[in-house]
């Protein structure tokens, strides 16, 4: 089993900082396999990026995706209020797919 | 618009067994690609993969669950299902659906919390 592990578990900025969400495979993941989604209270994630790096419809430019073999980041050049969230990554690379235990977004 | 719709009970006595139910609307479940999948997660902590069910009927467990769990599909009512056999306290978790194309994501319903109790 792949294990994905985010750091850090929580990270507190204020609107319009540059934050920063790193997830790290325990094996190698093709890029074309590894996606990244947000998840606010109350509400099922909403997926964000696929491929480490193509936005899925209807997602800002603000948010980004890069990274290969072990090592992602996500992006979000600048916060807004309503992206204080939840973030997880996801590997679909092998079986059986596995989240990582997700990154905290909290305003500062 | 796709939309998947999660069923079932909110309640569900420890060792039976957890049927949930998801209906698709705005596409059909026969579509080639796609695996139709179950996520949980308990409250307050991250996501699990279940299982997932490709088009083809072709089944996908996790390890973790895999005797427990049993996944399968109504083309008819373009519904796919999920049981989940003598469950605990550690089964209490929202549950989700999802349609899941591979290097692309998932696309998910709201959600159903099911807790274990008696």
């Known amino acids: 089993e792949i294990v994905m592990t985010q750091s850090p578990a929580t990270l507190s900025l204020s609107p319009g900082e540059r934050a920063t969400l790193s997830c790290r495979a325990s094996?190698?993941?093709?890029?074309?396999?590894l996606s990244w989604y947000q998840q606010k209270p109350g509400q099922a994630p909403r997926l964000l990026i696929y491929?480490?790096?193509t936005r899925a419809t209807g997602i800002p430019a603000r948010f980004s995706g890069s990274g290969s073999g072990t090592d992602f980041t996500l992006t979000i050049s600048s916060l807004q209020p309503e992206d204080f969230a939840v973030y997880y990554c996801?590997?679909?690379?092998?079986?059986?797919?596995?989240f990582g235990q997700g990154t905290k977004v909290e305003i500062k | 618009q796709l939309q998947l719709q999660e069923s079932g009970p909110g309640l569900v006595k420890p060792s039976e067994t957890l049927s949930l139910t998801c209906t698709v609307s705005?596409?059909?479940?026969?579509?080639?690609?796609?695996?139709w999948g179950w996520i949980r997660q308990p409250p307050g902590k991250g996501l699990e993969w279940i299982g997932s069910?490709?088009?083809?009927?072709?089944?996908y467990y996790n390890p973790s669950l895999k005797s427990r769990v049993t996944i399968s599909v109504d083309t008819s009512k373009n519904q796919f299902s999920l049981k989940l056999s003598s469950v605990t306290a550690a089964d209490t978790a929202v549950y989700y659906c999802?349609?899941?194309?591979?290097?692309?994501?998932?696309?998910w319903g709201q959600g159903t919390l099911v807790t274990v109790s008696s």
């Open positions: 996801q590997q679909d690379y092998n079986l059986p797919w596995t």
């Open positions: 999802a349609r899941h194309l591979v290097g692309r994501g998932y696309y």
């Open positions: 705005g596409g059909s479940i026969s579509s080639s690609s796609y695996y």
């Open positions: 094996q190698s993941v093709s890029s074309s396999y």
């Open positions: 491929g480490a790096s």
């Open positions: 069910i490709y088009y083809s009927g072709s089944t």
